[in-house]
C-alpha cells in the first residue's frame, strides 16, 4: 500500500515539474525579449541623437591691409579677417586676395579690379608673387599711384609676416622691371612705411620702432 501511494505521489510531480520548467522558459523568453527592445530603442535613440560639432573660436585670423587714401597720396592700414590658414603660402594667397578685393571701407583699392593672383612662392625673407597681366594692362599708372601699389603690397606682406622682408613681383610669370615706367622693380621691393598715413594703425608703431 505504502509503495502504491509512493508511485502515485510521484505521477503527480511530474506534471508539476514540467509546468515549472515551461514557466521558467516563458520567463527566460520574455527576458530575453525585453532585452533586445532595450537593446533597438537604445540603438535608435543614439542615431537620431543630433550630432553637435564645435565650432573653434579660432576660425579667423585678423589681417592688417594698406589701402590708398581718399585722396590718393598715402597709405592707410584696414583690418580685415579671412579664414585661419595653417601653411604659409595659404595665409598669404588670402591676404593678398584680400587686398586685391579692395576696401570695405571708403578707402580707395591700390589693385585694378580685374587683377587675379597666380601663385606666391616663398624662398627664406623673399616672396615672389605672380600677378595675372591685367596688373599692367589695367593700372592707372602715374608715380603716386605705382608707389602706392608696390608699396602697400609690400607693408602689407610685412605688418602681418614679418619675416618676409623683400617682395619680388611678377606677372604672368615673368619678373617686371616697372608697371607703367615710374617705378623701378628689376630689384626686390623692401617694405617702406613713409608712405603710410601719420596715426595709420600699426603703420606709425613700425615707422617709430625702425621695424
Not at 603690397?153 to 619678373?175: C, K, S, W, Y
Request: hydrophobic share 40%.
Amino acid at each position: 500500500m505504502s509503495q502504491n501511494h509512493h508511485e502515485l505521489h510521484k505521477a503527480q510531480q511530474k506534471p508539476r515539474r514540467k509546468r515549472l520548467i515551461l514557466w521558467g522558459a516563458l520567463v527566460a523568453l520574455l527576458f530575453c525579449i525585453g532585452l533586445l527592445v532595450g537593446y533597438f530603442e537604445t540603438s535608435e535613440t543614439t542615431l537620431k541623437k543630433p550630432i553637435v560639432v564645435e565650432t573653434s573660436s579660432q576660425s579667423n585670423r585678423e589681417v592688417i591691409l594698406y589701402f590708398a587714401s581718399v585722396d590718393g597720396r598715402t597709405l592707410v592700414a584696414e583690418i580685415r579677417e579671412i579664414s585661419e590658414c595653417q601653411q604659409d603660402e595659404d595665409c598669404l594667397s588670402d591676404t593678398v586676395r584680400a587686398l586685391i578685393a579692395g576696401p570695405e571701407s571708403d578707402l580707395a583699392p591700390i589693385f585694378p579690379t580685374a587683377v587675379e593672383l597666380r601663385s606666391i612662392a616663398v624662398t627664406n625673407s623673399l616672396v615672389s608673387i605672380d600677378f595675372s597681366q591685367e596688373l599692367i594692362a589695367a593700372h592707372p599708372g602715374g608715380t603716386q599711384s605705382e608707389l602706392l601699389t608696390i608699396y602697400g603690397l609690400a607693408d602689407t606682406m610685412a605688418v602681418n609676416f614679418p619675416h618676409l622682408r623683400q617682395v619680388q613681383i611678377l606677372v604672368e610669370g615673368v619678373p617686371v622691371a616697372t608697371l607703367k615706367g615710374h617705378v623701378d622693380l628689376r630689384q626686390p621691393i623692401n617694405p617702406d612705411f613713409s608712405l603710410v598715413e601719420e596715426g595709420s594703425l600699426v603703420g606709425e608703431e613700425l615707422m617709430s620702432t625702425g621695424k
